[in-house]
């Protein structure tokens, strides 16, 4: 059973890049069809607030370790009735609160990608990475530098290829001649020299005003060389 179809990657595979806050895209490097590894530096990100946030965090770090030991020299004059139960606890409360603080800011800072435990007073940046989620490639890059962005703007999109796949269109005539498992061998219309082995995972449910649907394959390899939306060629063995 001869069909046509094309090259695809689904939803779940797609990866729209963010800032995770404001600021100036100081650099970036990154070209369409470039390589990426999880974890790899797409960008760097310059904002105030990025210093002011590592210099609360510090500030209140400081206070917790001081409150610590406040706290714990109450908790012996307390011992001995020196001290009241009512200093005790309010100390005690101000040490909470703080400690509630230090851990907001801390979620704060690896939002943004740095790590807090290894922030020290001369460690303190203006700048920040922008790091990759995962191994892939970029499919397209939506920012320039200099440009001041938004958590709200999408500055790259990126492409895991472990789940490329293929969609053929079938018609409705042809279904009953389809099932799971079914063996595909596919052809790239560009070079049909070259031929690509797959299995057919799903079955569209639903119709288009042409009486067609869309066939779900899964390349026994994944293929390197191919990219979403080229266009196939594909022979169905028979059922």
Known sequence: LPVQGVVDVPPQNLLSVSAPSKGHLRSTDLLPGMEVQKGQSLALLEDARFIQLQQDYLVAKGRVELLTKDHERQLALNATKTASDKVLQEVATELNTQRITL?????????????????????????????????????????????????????????????????????????????????????????????????????????????????????????????????????????
């Open 103 to 239: 851990r907001a800011m801390a979620e704060q800072l690896r939002l943004i990608g740095i790590d807090p435990e290894q922030l020290t007073a001369e460690t303190i940046s203006r700048s920040v990475a922008l790091r990759s989620p995962i191994h892939g490639w970029v499919s397209s890059v939506k920012v320039n530098i200099g440009r001041y962005v938004q958590p709200t703007d999408v500055l790259f999109e990126l492409v895991d290829p472990m789940d490329i796949h293929l969609a053929l269109t079938l018609f409705e005539k042809d279904l009953p001649k389809v099932r799971v498992g079914q063996e595909v061998h596919a052809r790239p219309t560009a070079h049909p020299e070259d031929e690509y082995e797959a299995e057919v995972i799903l079955l569209g449910r639903s119709l288009d005003s042409d009486r067609s649907t869309v066939v779900h394959c899964h390349f026994t390899k994944a293929p390197k060389d191919l990219v979403p939306g080229m266009a196939m060629s594909a022979t169905l063995e028979s059922c």
